[in-house]
């Protein structure tokens, strides 16, 4: 299995700041993701992050809301831009453990509350 | 396109008693992996169990078995003998195996609460 940690856990924004969130996994990925998941609602994917290519982003999410670093194979973050209360979510961080196409595994997730 | 459908926001069971979660999907890939995860009250992610699109057997893991009927596109979860811990949201999952950047999409979700 693969252990990841997010920071922060929590966190309460104004409107129109940032958030950065960290991913940090015990073992080295090739391939991580972004989702968000909104009050009562499903996953819903940001972005793929594979370490030394561009983030691909999903439909709705750009680049420019939720820029996305990934500087080595352990670890990832997700900036929160701009913030509204529309981003108020649980943003989660997932690897999919490298030589398996189904062993994914997730963070515990950062709960953002932005007033 | 894609898509997974969980139809049942909501389902009860007595203690240990069996429950089937539904699934269906859609894809026109040949290849691709069906997935459920449990999320409780927590909010952790915990992955249940898999089924590859050409497994000849249905996924078993523990109490968990994936009833897969590739025909009716269906991916079926039982619970066998029910507990208590057992409580939470319950995510039907697919990936495509190799296209698609390894892209997981979720189902909306069924909410299991298990009565004592």
């Known amino acids: 299995s693969a252990v990841i940690s997010q920071k922060p856990s929590r966190d309460i924004c104004q409107r129109g700041t940032s958030l950065t969130i960290q991913c940090q996994v015990d073992?080295?990925?090739?391939?991580m993701f972004w989702y968000r998941q909104q009050p009562g609602q499903s996953l819903t994917l940001i972005a793929t992050?594979?370490?030394?290519?561009?983030?691909?982003?999903e439909s709705g999410f750009v680049i420019d809301k939720f820029p996305i670093s990934r500087p080595n194979l352990t670890f990832s973050t997700l900036t929160v831009s701009n913030m509204s209360p529309e981003d108020s979510s649980i943003y989660l961080c997932?690897?999919?453990?490298?030589?398996?196409?189904?062993?994914?595994?997730f963070g515990p997730g950062t709960r953002l509350t932005v007033t | 396109a894609q898509k997974i459908t969980q139809t049942q926001p909501g389902m009860f069971v007595q203690e240990k008693e069996a429950v089937t979660l539904d699934c269906t999907y859609d894809?026109?890939?040949?290849?691709?992996?069906l997935f459920w995860y449990k999320q409780p009250s927590s909010g952790e992610m915990i992955f249940l169990i898999y089924?590859?699109?050409?497994?000849?057997q249905n996924a078993t893991e523990g109490r968990y078995s994936l009833n897969f009927q590739k025909a009716r596109k269906s991916a079926n979860l039982v619970i066998s003998a029910s507990q208590l811990g057992d409580s939470a949201m319950y995510f039907c999952?697919?990936?495509?195996?190799?296209?698609?950047?390894?892209?997981?999409?979720f189902g909306a979700g069924t909410r299991l609460f298990v009565k004592a």
């Open positions: 997932s690897v999919l453990k490298t030589g398996t196409s189904y062993e994914q595994y």
């Open positions: 073992s080295q990925v090739t391939m």
């Open positions: 992050a594979n370490q030394g290519s561009e983030a691909t982003y």
């Open positions: 894809t026109s890939d040949p290849s691709y992996g």
């Open positions: 089924q590859g699109s050409y497994d000849q």
């Open positions: 999952a697919m990936r495509r195996a190799n296209t698609g950047g390894f892209k997981t999409i």
